[in-house]
Structures are given as C-alpha cells and as structure tokens.
C-alpha cells in the first residue's frame, strides 16, 4: 500500500509504502481520528483489516504492542521525511531505483504488477520520466519491464544504482523493528 499525500491542487506524491511489515492507520494510536494521507494499494497481496476500537484496545492492555506500533510509527514518520529529501534532491532513476527495492522488500516474488504510469504517480513525476529511469535500468540488466509487470533481475546492482536514500531507510526498519 502506498501512503500518498494529495496537494490542494490535486498532485499526489507518495511519503511511504505499508507492506507485510506494517499497517496503515497509525494515526488512531494516539486518538486521532482522521488520516493525513489516502492509502492505495499497489501491487498484489493480502491485507487485513482491524477495527479501529479493537486495535486501541490492544494498544491500552499491551505495553510492548504499544512500543513496537510506537517504533514502527516512528520509521513511517521517519520514511516520509527521508523521502521528501529523495524527491528533492535525486534523479528519478535514484528514486525509481529505491522505490522498487522498499517494494521488493515487501513483495513476497521478484516479479509483480506495476505500470508506468502508476510508478510515475508514485514517484510524482511525468511518465516520460519513468520511461527513461526503467529504460535505464533495464539497460543495465538490473530489472525488466513487459506490459504492466516488472521483474527484479539483479538486486545487488538496482541497490548500486539508488540513491542512498534506500540504506538509510531500510537500515532504519531493521534496527527498530528489530526483523
């Protein structure tokens, strides 16, 4: 599930991606009632879904629940921030590379559905843009991309080819989430 943040002239950019690792809604932890961002999701997968009443009650009656939604909101707050600095200051290549590494993260297979145009909306940048970026990559034999699926052939290489955005973020989710 992307997190995308919406501007008032209706731009949308995304600030953070919810996988099998986490959970959208962080917002009612602490009571608040209404979220920041639309929640879409992207690719195939199963999500499931809680009661906003049950999950504050589970929160209340267990301390270390409460501390591991605690740490888990932190990295997505901290996720958000990382990336704004992404989107401003490196190429869409760098940013398309980091956005399908946090996907291969959180993807259960190497291949998954994903068009251009959703990967642009994603990355809040003109299609034309992603076209060069995975034109790019493909080149370099690190992904390939056929009608509306996307392939990661070389991890190792796509991680060389982010922009360190992606470490500092996942090196983050590990040592709080403790995975």
Known sequence: MSLLARSAGGDVLEMGVVGRDGMAGMALIPGVNM??????????????RIPADTLKELVQVSSPFHQLLGRYAYTVFATGIQTAVCNNFHSVRERCARWLLMLHDLADADTFALTQSLLALTLGVR??????????????????????????HNRRGLEAAACECYRLIREQQLRLLEY
């Open 127 to 152: 299609r034309p843009s992603i076209t060069i970026a995975a034109n790019a990559l493909h080149r370099a034999r690190l992904v390939n991309y056929h009608h509306g699926r996307m392939t990661i």
């Open 35 to 48: 979220m920041p961002y639309d929640g879409v999701m992207q690719v195939e997968g199963t999500a499931l």
